[in-house]
């Protein structure tokens, strides 16, 4: 059984930062992709950044250059530095991890369970 645990989520000020962790546990063989997206109410879960097993990186354009999305394989966790936060950057930020838990299987989606993040004016 796969579990992603997200962390880091809380309160924060305008133009501040915070930074989230995800770590994924249980039966995993490998990691092909790990993101984060984001859901703020009333709206529709968006990608927010992703990273790849090769270690390259795309991100929404909405938060290009004051996020920055990083990955420990060692540990399997992934981690999204928010810098210059908006309070449009409010919403709950889940965790998502394409992976295989034995070798020659498809990879398939887990989610965590979210953290909110809520950014004041």
């Known amino acids: 059984q796969v579990q992603l645990v997200e962390s880091g989520g809380g309160l924060v000020q305008a133009g501040g930062s915070l930074t989230l962790s995800c770590a994924a546990s249980?039966?995993?063989?490998?990691?092909?992709?790990m993101a984060w997206y984001r859901q703020a109410p009333g709206k529709q879960r968006e990608l927010v950044a992703i990273?790849?097993?090769?270690?390259?990186?795309n991100y929404a354009d909405s938060v290009k250059g004051r996020f920055t999305i990083s990955r420990d394989n060692a540990m399997n966790t992934v981690y999204l530095q928010m810098n210059s936060l908006k309070p449009e950057d409010t919403a709950v930020y889940y965790c998502n991890a394409v992976l295989t838990v034995r070798p020659s299987a498809y990879g398939m989606n887990y989610w965590g369970k979210g953290t909110l993040v809520t950014v004041s004016s």
């Open positions: 990273i790849i097993s090769g270690g390259n990186t």
């Open positions: 249980g039966s995993i063989f490998s990691i092909n992709a």
